[in-house]
Structure formats: structure tokens, C-alpha cells
Nanobody
Framework: VQLQASGGGLVQAGGSLRLSCVTS????????TGWFRQAPGKDREFVAG????????YYADSVKGRFTISKDSFKSTVYLQMNNLKLEDTAVYYC?????????????????WGQGTLVTVSS
């Protein structure tokens, strides 16, 4: 399984970005994809997750109401629409996949990771 994340960039506070995570080699819908982020000097943290089967979505409290996770099964792609971005959203964003339908918030539960895409929010 390989994941390719893209869509990061520089945006002003209050702006929007959409991240994409293209997955190849996923042979089952019994899987979940999560978006995580890691700011300098901080631990990697859960942002949002989605089940490939059923499409249930989960969010960290810090992004609820601002971020939306979605998937396109035909394209095997998961998106993270980020609106009303704040300075504290600045981080490298990673997508990850795990077998099994549970969306875990712990990074160690995910076996496959994309390379990360940098999101920088400026004032």
C-alpha cells in the first residue's frame, strides 16, 4: 500500500486549502484512513479519519466545524477540506491507512503513511 499526500501550501488565516491522499494497493474496504499533523517540536496528532466501508467520519475537537474529511472510492482518494484556517493549524499533514474499520486516533495504529504535505498559515 502506498499513499501520496498533496495540496499543502501557504495560506492566510481564515483561508482554505484542500488536501488529497491518493491510495494505491488498497485491496479491501475493511480499512480506515486518517489525517494527522505534526507541528515543529510537537507530537503527531490526529486530525480526522474516515472508514472506507460506510464512510463514518471522525474529527479532533480542534478542527470540528472547520475541516471536512471525505473520500472518492473510485479514485481511491481521501480529501481533507480545511476552512477558516488558523495560525495553529500550521504543520506537516500526513495521511495514513490501517486495515480494519476502526478509526484510531493513535498514530501507532496505522501501518502505512504518506510523505506529508506542509501547510503554513500566516497572519
Amino acid at each position: 500500500v502506498q499513499l501520496q499526500a498533496s495540496g499543502g501550501g501557504l495560506v492566510q488565516a481564515g483561508g482554505s486549502l484542500r488536501l488529497s491522499c491518493v491510495t494505491s494497493g488498497r485491496t479491501s474496504n475493511d480499512a480506515a484512513t486518517g489525517w494527522f499533523r505534526q507541528a515543529p517540536g510537537k507530537d503527531r496528532e490526529f486530525v480526522a479519519g474516515i472508514r472506507w466501508s460506510g464512510g463514518n467520519r471522525y474529527y479532533a475537537d480542534s478542527v470540528k466545524g472547520r475541516f471536512t474529511i471525505s473520500k472518492d472510492s473510485f479514485k481511491s482518494t481521501v480529501y481533507l477540506q480545511m476552512n477558516n484556517l488558523k495560525l495553529e493549524d500550521t504543520a506537516v499533514y500526513y495521511c495514513a491507512l490501517r486495515w480494519g474499520s476502526t478509526v484510531h486516533q493513535t498514530p501507532q495504529r496505522y501501518s502505512f503513511w504518506g510523505q506529508g504535505t506542509l501547510v503554513t498559515v500566516s497572519s
